[in-house]
C-alpha cells in the first residue's frame, strides 16, 4: 500500500484507497475537466469534495498541494518512475492523464500541439471570459448599473463563441472525428455558461448551430454525464 504521509492534504482528507489516484475538486467548470478525463479514462480514482464555498482551498492542508489555492489538484502514488505527483492547473492535469493512459491526445507530433493549443485557448479566453461574465450577469455585478464590465466580458464571450462554432464547422469533435482533452477542457465552460450562468439567450447561444451540434454530442457521452457530476456535492 502506498505512503501518501508526507502529503498533508492526506491528513485533512485521508485516501481510503491510498493506491490509486487522488482527486481534490469541486464540480465546476474547472473541476469538472479532471473528472470527465478520469470517468473517460477508467483511471481507478479515488475524489474528495473540496467546499470552496467554504474556503476549504485556503486551508493549510489544500495549500501545501496547491499554494495557488484553486481546484483542481491531483496526488497520484503511481507518477513518473513509481514516485508519488502531487499536481495542480487543470490543463496540466489534462496533458498528464493524457499521457499517463495514452488516450485523447494523438500521438503525432503536429496534432498533439494543436490540442494542447486548444486547451491553451480554453485556459486563457474562455475560462476567465466566461467567469467574468458570469459574476456580472448572474452575481454581485449585477448591482452594479454601469453595464459597460459587462458588455466588455459579453462581446469577448460571444467572439469566443463565435471562434468555437467556426472551428467545429464539419467536425464533430475539436480535432476532427476524435474527442480530445480539448473538448473535455471546454464542455464543462459551455454547460455553465448556458445553465448555470443562465446567459445562454445574453450570449445569443443558439446562434451557432455547430457548438450546440457538438455540446449535445459531449453531453451525450456516459463519462461525460458522470464527471460533470463529482465530486458529488454533500
Not at 32 to 61: C, D, R
Not at 102 to 120: C, H, N, S
Not at 195 to 222: I, N, T
Request: hydrophobic letters at 40%; proline letters at 8%; glycine letters at 8%.
Amino acid at each position: 500500500m502506498a505512503d501518501l504521509s508526507a502529503f498533508p492534504i492526506t491528513r485533512r482528507w485521508p485516501a481510503a484507497n491510498p493506491d490509486i489516484l487522488q482527486l481534490y475538486s469541486t464540480p465546476t467548470p474547472n473541476g469538472v475537466k479532471v473528472s470527465i478525463m478520469l470517468e473517460e479514462t477508467g483511471l481507478a480514482y479515488e475524489p474528495h469534495f473540496i467546499n470552496i464555498g467554504q474556503n476549504e482551498t485556503w486551508g493549510e492542508e489544500f495549500l501545501s498541494l496547491n499554494p495557488n489555492g484553486k481546484i483542481p489538484a491531483i496526488l497520484d502514488p503511481n507518477g513518473p518512475d513509481g514516485t508519488p505527483l502531487a499536481l495542480f492547473e487543470s490543463g496540466a492535469i489534462l496533458i498528464y492523464l493524457a499521457e499517463k493512459t495514452g488516450q485523447f491526445l494523438p500521438k503525432d507530433a503536429a496534432a498533439r500541439y494543436e490540442t494542447i493549443q486548444w486547451v491553451m485557448f480554453q485556459m486563457g479566453g474562455i475560462g476567465p471570459m466566461f467567469g467574468q461574465l458570469g459574476f456580472f450577469h448572474k452575481f454581485a455585478g449585477k448591482e452594479i448599473e454601469d453595464k459597460r464590465p459587462r458588455d466588455r466580458y459579453l462581446n469577448e464571450t460571444k467572439r469566443l463563441l463565435g471562434v468555437l462554432d467556426q472551428r467545429l464547422d464539419r467536425r464533430a469533435f475539436m480535432m476532427g472525428d476524435a474527442v480530445t482533452i480539448a473538448d473535455f477542457a471546454i464542455v464543462g465552460w459551455i454547460r455553465s455558461l448556458i445553465g448555470f450562468y443562465e446567459a445562454r439567450d445574453l450570449v445569443e447561444y443558439d446562434s451557432r448551430p455547430h457548438l450546440s451540434a457538438w455540446f449535445d454530442r459531449m453531453m451525450a457521452r456516459p463519462g461525460v454525464q458522470r464527471g460533470v457530476e463529482i465530486p458529488a456535492r454533500p
